[in-house]
Structure formats: structure tokens, C-alpha cells
């Protein structure tokens, strides 16, 4: 005990619950015990002068690991109260792009409603929430079976005296109807400040044409269209036509009308 008192301080020494041995029993241990624990006992002294116990830098070495793990410990608390603060932030912003998308459906599901009975004269057209599955091989069916179900879009179609319930047995004059009906109602959802239509009534007759013409004279008030068609009752509904045409020289020339002039030009 003095050697180590020797090679360590008071206060460490102190700090160390030293089992004490009755004097009765150090006698009777046989002579090789007592040398096998004096090899034991050089071994230890040998291991503290290496560490430097007596210089205090085990001490200090010691208050920095304590310190540091201290303020690890506070950062993994941090970053726990972080991640449990994302996590309702990210449950919460579910919940409300879910209420959001939801409350948009119905809003849309009655515009397309309107639309499509202008356009078809009746019947009935419903957006719905229906689950997908791509997968087309085993091994992806089975990694989809532990993933919850994804959800897409279908469309529900009745045809006004015809037994029609699905877009496959559409034609593609119905087709082209169905389509406008939908992208007329998602723009008055949410009005877009101007919108470009490309041959969207390619595929229409006359009669069709005109409530095509009816309807884009209606969205017109709201938003600004452009408008690419040879159709002649969409391009009356215009107020200012671009035209482009080639003369005999073969360059392309830019001819624009305003309706409203011509009319006035026409009349005099």
C-alpha cells in the first residue's frame, strides 16, 4: 500500500475500496502464492508508472472523457427530440395534403360532372380513389405485399342511353370529349393564369364543336387561352387570330386578325 501511495496520490488511493487481509491468512499462504503475487504486484506497479497516475493526467484525462460524454449524451437528447418533432411535423403534413387532395377531388368531380353533361347531353363522370398494382413478377408482388397499397385515379363513365362504364369502350370522338370535360374542370379548380390548348378538338364533329366552343368562350372570362386549331367554330370564338401563309415566292408570312375589326371592316 505505501508503494502504490507512493505512485499515486491520497485521494485516488482513498477512492479505491481495498479489501483488507487478515494476517492470519497471510501467513499461511505457501511461499509461491506470496511470489506469484509479488509478480503481480511488480506487473501492476510497472502499469501505473506507465500511465503517469502520479503526474494527474489520468485525473484530467478522465474530466475531459466526462465532460465530453456529458455533452454527447445532451446532443443525442437533442437529436431524439428532433427526430420525434419531424416526425409529427411529417405525420401532420400527410394528413392535411391527404384533406387537401380530397376536398380538391370533390371540387373537381363536380366541375367534370357539369362539363360532361354539357358535352355528352347527360350521363354521368366520377374521378375515384382505386388502388394500382404494376407488378407483373413474383418477386415484385411479393416486395409489394409488405408495402402498403398505392392509390391512382380511375375514371367512372356513363354514357347517356348507351351501356358504357369504362374509357376501353369509348370511341376516340368520346375519348377526346371525356378528356376536355376533365381538363376544363381541373382548370376551374384551380384557375391557371393562362393555359395552351394543341389540336384538343381535332377529333370533334360540328355539333360537338360548338359546345367546345361554348365552353372555351366561358373559361376565356377567367383565364387567357391559346388556342392551336383548324377547327373554324373555335377559331370564331377567338378575338385575335395568328394565321401563317406562304405565297407564290415561297416565304412563310405572319397574317393576324381581330375579330372585332374585321367585323367593322366588313361592315363598311
Do not use: C, W
Not at 499461511?28 to 502520479?54: C, F, H, N, P, Y
Not at 392535411?96 to 376536398?103: G, N, P, V
Not at 364543336?209 to 376565356?220: F, P
Amino acid at each position: 500500500l505505501a508503494e502504490v501511495t507512493a505512485l499515486t496520490d491520497r485521494e485516488f488511493l482513498e477512492s479505491i475500496k481495498i479489501m483488507p487481509v487478515e494476517s492470519a491468512d497471510a501467513e499461511s499462504i505457501d511461499r509461491a502464492r506470496q511470489a506469484d503475487r509479488a509478480r503481480q504486484v511488480e506487473r501492476l506497479k510497472i502499469k501505473l508508472e506507465q500511465t503517469g497516475v502520479g503526474s494527474g493526467e489520468i485525473a484530467t484525462e478522465y474530466q475531459e472523457a466526462a465532460a465530453r460524454e456529458e455533452h454527447l449524451a445532451r446532443e443525442v437528447a437533442d437529436l431524439k427530440t428532433s427526430i420525434n418533432s419531424l416526425e409529427q411535423v411529417a405525420k401532420d403534413l400527410k394528413q392535411k395534403i391527404d384533406q387537401d387532395f380530397r376536398t380538391g377531388l370533390r371540387q373537381i368531380n363536380l366541375e367534370f360532372q357539369k362539363f360532361f353533361e354539357l358535352l355528352f347531353g347527360g350521363g354521368r363522370a366520377e374521378l375515384s380513389l382505386g388502388e394500382i398494382d404494376e407488378a407483373t413478377d413474383e418477386t415484385a408482388i411479393e416486395e409489394m405485399k409488405s408495402e402498403p397499397p398505392r392509390a391512382g385515379l380511375e375514371i367512372a363513365i356513363n354514357l347517356p342511353r348507351k351501356r358504357i362504364r369504362g374509357l376501353e369502350m369509348l370511341s376516340g370522338g368520346e375519348r377526346s370529349l371525356t378528356s376536355i370535360a376533365l381538363l376544363f374542370a381541373l382548370s376551374r379548380v384551380q384557375l391557371p393564369p393562362f393555359m395552351i390548348l394543341d389540336e384538343t378538338d381535332a377529333a370533334l364533329d360540328e355539333a360537338n364543336s360548338k359546345k367546345y366552343g361554348d365552353m372555351v368562350e366561358q373559361l376565356a372570362k377567367d383565364t387567357q387561352l391559346i388556342l392551336i386549331t383548324h377547327n373554324r367554330e373555335t377559331m370564331s370564338r377567338a378575338g385575335l387570330i395568328y394565321g401563317v401563309t406562304m405565297g407564290q415566292d415561297g416565304v412563310s408570312r405572319l397574317l393576324s386578325i381581330k375579330l372585332d375589326e374585321a367585323v367593322s371592316y366588313a361592315k363598311q
